[in-house]
């Protein structure tokens, strides 16, 4: 049984690993907690932010069931991780990755074509890859930036919709008006937006976006969480937290995703910032500053802020 993708806040998961660079399940588990506790409404596995691109394919699918397994009964749980160039390995990923009863399995829209192919071809492509993953699995979309940015136009992404089978996007257009055309494309649909880009959060959601997904969730969850259920309710509120968000969102450009995992540390739910995808060891003690800094005041936003009263 496939639970509903909820509209809201779903973090894209980080990957802890050990010292000896082996996945660290037991502060995976820690950190599923930590998502739920501050009110993740879904969780994103095996993603970008997942540095799947260095996990085996083992690795994302052990990663995926254990995700869904201890976040059974409390929030959905999508993944993703079909991270190959060719055709018939994809399927075989994307059918591993469904046997794990994960809530919806994710397509990266840039796997689907190579960058200097037309939509034409990726939406054959898709066509083609629809008819080869069981149709009872519900499905999602993940405009991921690595190796390049393949944005969906609002066109194709009706399509996608038409097709019934999916159920969420990851949008990283960052573009505002874009959104709204593809809301609009997509309206009374299955098919939910969630908006990557912490600057034009609010403003999407006034638009009609379901939720957010971004890096920014790993930092501080519960003040994504506390705007997705306020902004309409308290908007002059939220406008001042939004600022605040969009401001700390720079961060971003930091020797991300090893910040995140400094900023766990602080919460006490991981135990080092080791990465696969960057060299943690570049990260600076003026960066590490930066996230202590950030840390302090998240907390005080949080106090003024509870998502949970």
């Given at each position: 049984?496939?639970?509903?993708?909820?509209?809201?806040n779903?973090?894209?998961?980080?990957?802890?690993?050990?010292?000896?660079?082996?996945?660290?399940?037991?502060?995976?588990?820690?950190?599923?907690?930590?998502?739920?506790?501050?009110?993740?409404?879904?969780?994103?596995?095996?993603?970008?932010?997942?540095?799947?691109?260095?996990?085996?394919?083992?690795e994302?699918?052990?990663?995926?069931?254990?995700?869904?397994?201890?976040?059974?009964?409390?929030?959905?749980?999508?993944?993703?991780?079909?991270?190959?160039?060719?055709?018939?390995?994809?399927?075989?990923?994307?059918?591993?990755?469904?046997?794990?009863?994960v809530?919806?399995?994710?397509?990266?829209?840039?796997?689907l074509?190579?960058?200097?192919?037309?939509d034409?071809?990726?939406?054959?492509?898709?066509?083609?890859?629809?008819?080869?993953?069981?149709?009872?699995?519900?499905?999602?979309?993940?405009?991921?930036?690595?190796p390049?940015?393949r944005?969906?136009?609002?066109?194709?992404?009706?399509?996608?919709?038409?097709?019934?089978r999916?159920?969420?996007?990851?949008?990283?257009?960052?573009?505002?008006?874009?959104?709204?055309?593809k809301?609009?494309?997509?309206?009374?649909?299955?098919?939910?937006?969630?908006?990557?880009?912490?600057?034009?959060?609010?403003?999407?959601?006034?638009?009609?976006?379901?939720?957010f997904?971004?890096?920014?969730?790993?930092?501080?969850?519960?003040?994504?969480?506390?705007?997705?259920?306020?902004?309409?309710?308290?908007?002059?509120?939220?406008?001042?937290?939004?600022?605040?968000?969009?401001?700390?969102?720079?961060?971003?450009?930091?020797?991300y995703?090893?910040?995140?995992?400094?900023y766990?540390?602080?919460?006490?739910?991981?135990?080092?910032?080791?990465?696969?995808?960057?060299?943690?060891?570049?990260?600076?003690a003026?960066?590490?500053?930066?996230?202590?800094?950030?840390?302090?005041?998240?907390?005080?936003?949080?106090?003024?802020?509870?998502?949970?009263t």
């Amino acid at each position: 049984m496939y639970q509903i993708i909820t509209d809201g806040n779903w973090p894209v998961m980080l990957t802890p690993f050990t010292e000896q660079n082996n996945v660290d399940y037991e502060a995976l588990e820690r950190l599923i907690d930590w998502y739920i506790e501050r009110g993740a409404d879904g969780l994103f596995a095996v993603c970008q932010s997942s540095e799947m691109y260095t996990l085996t394919l083992e690795e994302r699918v052990l990663i995926a069931a254990f995700v869904k397994a201890k976040a059974a009964g409390r929030v959905p749980v999508i993944a993703s991780g079909h991270v190959s160039d060719a055709f018939e390995d994809q399927v075989t990923e994307l059918n591993a990755m469904a046997e794990t009863g994960v809530d919806a399995v994710v397509l990266i829209t840039n796997r689907l074509a190579a960058a200097e192919e037309s939509d034409d071809v990726w939406l054959a492509n898709l066509d083609k890859l629809l008819g080869r993953l069981p149709e009872h699995v519900p499905l999602g979309l993940y405009e991921c930036p690595a190796p390049y940015r393949r944005l969906l136009t609002p066109e194709m992404l009706k399509k996608c919709s038409d097709t019934g089978r999916f159920r969420f996007i990851k949008d990283v257009s960052c573009d505002l008006q874009l959104i709204g055309d593809k809301l609009k494309a997509i309206q009374g649909g299955s098919l939910k937006i969630f908006n990557a880009n912490t600057a034009t959060l609010l403003d999407s959601y006034r638009l009609g976006a379901f939720g957010f997904s971004g890096v920014m969730a790993n930092f501080h969850p519960e003040l994504y969480a506390w705007l997705f259920r306020n902004w309409e309710s308290q908007p002059e509120a939220a406008g001042e937290l939004s600022d605040f968000l969009s401001v700390s969102s720079f961060l971003e450009k930091q020797l991300y995703p090893v910040n995140a995992k400094y900023y766990l540390m602080l919460e006490g739910i991981l135990t080092n910032y080791r990465c696969r995808s960057r060299n943690h060891e570049e990260f600076s003690a003026t960066q590490r500053l930066e996230i202590e800094q950030l840390y302090r005041v998240s907390k005080q936003y949080a106090r003024k802020y509870p998502v949970f009263t």
